[in-house]
Structure formats: structure tokens, C-alpha cells
């Protein structure tokens, strides 16, 4: 075993791609994006990865935050603020995920009327 210390995220596939980042404090960065590209319940900052380290520090480009409702902090608001080149420490990084590539899938625990289904 090498003294290296890896990453335990393969984030190499992601550089100069972006990326969604939720950060401890309820904040998010997505690259690139608009609101209308997350919905409502949606992480609060985008990017673009430009690097990494071992310690998941992550260096963004065109970062956008995604403002919170000041009333419901669960929601997003419509304000966004461009952060432009900005660092995320390893230690707030919560969740890294590309903003291509994925799709939303319907809610299996819903059943077509809208309520949720009782599961025992």
C-alpha cells in the first residue's frame, strides 16, 4: 500500500464538466445553470470543476448560487448570485454530482392520485 492518500470519488471524469455541489450550510453550486434547470427543490450552487485534491477541496469556475426563500429555508428562491472562480473545502463538501447525465425518475412511493402508498 502507498503512502498516497486517493480520493474516495473517481472525480477525474468531471473536470472542465459541471458539477452540482452541496455544501454543509444548506449551500449548493451548479455550473451553467439556471433555476428553471433545477425545479424547485433544487441544491443551491453549480459550476464548472476545474480541480481537485485528495481532501475533496474543489476549485469551481462560473459558479452560480441558488438563494433560499428567507421565510422557508427549505425552499429556493428565484435570486441566484454569480460567484464567478470560487474554492469549496473538502471538509463543507456534502455532495458532488454532474448536472448532465442524470434525469428525474417518477416517485415510486406515489401512486397516481397523488398520495403516498402505505408500506409496512
Known sequence: ??????????LAKFVDKGVQVKLTGG????PNATHAD???CTPA????????DQLLNLVLDEAIEFEREQDDPLKLSTK??????????GTAVMLVSPTE???EIKNPFQEADG?????S
Open 101 to 103: 447525465g442524470t434525469e
Open 38 to 40: 433545477f425545479g424547485i
Open 115 to 119: 398520495e403516498q402508498t402505505a408500506h
Open 45 to 52: 450552487v453549480t459550476g464548472t470543476l476545474k480541480g481537485y
Open 80 to 89: 441566484t448570485r454569480q460567484l464567478g472562480l470560487i474554492v469549496c473545502r
Open 1 to 10: 500500500m502507498s503512502g498516497r492518500k486517493e480520493t474516495v470519488l473517481d
Open 27 to 30: 449551500r449548493q453550486v451548479y
